[in-house]
């Protein structure tokens, strides 16, 4: 089974302040996508990184692919307590069935004002 | 466009009792997926389909988890007999078909389960 580890689990800052969070495994994925859940609902797609080494922006959210395609970050500039909810990232693994995506088990973060 | 819907959004029951939730995905989705939600566990696939056709139910904990899509529009997912343990939120996604990359998948809202 391929796990792909999010770290912090837990994250907490203030508004302003920058953060990165991680998404890490052994495996290699074909892409990687990063989603965002708020209380009471379904996650919602943030972003794909297909290709080794790519760097998407999203306003204030930088997301990376590592080179080797195993690893992922994301980076949230000047944090807004709207930033606030559970990141997951999820992984399509390479060969494997076209519908299947394996999901971290998020990084919950709150951004207080 | 409607996202996809799931209804009831909340269900509370004994345990024993059969629990049955809804789908419908958005129209044009070729896959439908059930994940379940947990603070120990995450987010779990149990099981999905192509085409309303079951590809891999392998995340399905028990004979006690059945998983139907009837049709293009509506899938269902029972647990008989329910039990404590099966306390969670059970979301259901769909995603569109295309080759060279990995799909988005849409999420509904989730139905929180709760099992006395």
């Known amino acids: 089974t391929q796990l792909l580890e999010q770290s912090p689990q837990f994250l907490s800052i203030q508004e302003g302040e920058n953060l990165t969070v991680y998404c890490n495994s052994s495996s290699v994925f074909s892409s990687l996508q990063w989603y965002r859940q708020e209380p009471g609902e379904g996650p919602v797609l943030l972003v794909t990184?297909?290709?080794?080494?790519e760097v998407k922006k999203l306003k204030r959210l930088t997301f990376q692919f590592g080179d080797a395609r195993k690893d992922s970050s994301l980076h949230i500039t000047a944090a807004q307590p709207g930033d606030t909810g559970l990141y997951l990232c999820a992984g399509a693994h390479r060969g494997g069935s076209q519908g299947n995506l394996i999901f971290g088990k998020g990084t919950k973060l709150s951004v207080k004002p | 466009d409607a996202g996809v819907i799931q209804s009831p959004r909340h269900e509370v029951t004994e345990m024993g009792q059969e629990v049955t939730l809804r789908c419908k995905p958005i129209s044009g989705h070729d896959y439908l997926f059930w994940y379940r939600q947990t603070m120990m566990r995450g987010l779990e696939l149990l099981i999905y389909f192509n085409n309303n056709v079951p590809i891999d139910d392998s995340g399905m904990p028990e004979d006690r988890f059945s998983a139907k899509m009837p049709n293009a529009s509506f899938s269902t997912l029972k647990i008989q007999p329910s039990e404590p343990r099966d306390s969670a939120v059970y979301f259901c996604?769909?995603?569109?078909?295309?080759?060279?990359?990995?799909?988005?998948?849409?999420f509904g809202d989730g139905t929180r389960l709760s099992i006395l």
């Open positions: 990184v297909v290709t080794g080494g």
């Open positions: 996604a769909s995603s569109p078909f295309f080759v060279g990359a990995s799909q988005p998948q849409h």
